[in-house]
Nanobody, 127 residues
């Protein structure tokens, strides 16, 4: 059983920063590729960022590249999404997701490749 606890969301103004956390229990996150997805109201859930199980590779959707950073803290069994210079279009529910698959590149973009999902945390960016 994998349990994922997400935190760090909130309501902020454009240009502000947030750091989302995804902390796992029951399994070691080092055994999984991890991604963040987001879903805006009335929209499909879309890939945001991914990190390989060994943390050697990271992937970002173009909309967040240069602003968001995905990282791991092995000791805390946690994956983070540091979000800087937030924009209104970043408003969404953010979900972390785990995959047992060995993947690379665009494979991280596909929801179907993930085995476990967090419950999501809300991020609202508005002036």
């Amino acid at each position: 059983q994998v349990r994922l606890v997400q935190s760090g969301g909130g309501s902020v103004q454009p240009g502000d920063s947030l750091r989302l956390s995804c902390t796992a229990s029951g399994r070691m996150l080092s055994n999984y590729g991890v991604a963040w997805f987001r879903q805006a109201p009335g929209k499909e859930r879309l890939f945001v960022a991914g990190i390989s199980r060994n943390s050697l590779y990271t992937y970002y959707t173009d909309a967040v590249k240069g602003r968001f950073t995905i990282s791991r803290d092995k000791d805390k069994n946690t994956v983070y999404l540091q979000m800087n210079n937030l924009k209104p279009e970043d408003t969404a529910i953010y979900y972390c997701a785990l995959t047992i698959r060995f993947m690379g590149g665009r494979d991280y973009d596909s929801e179907k490749n993930y085995d476990h999902w967090g419950l999501g945390t809300r991020v609202t960016v508005s002036s």
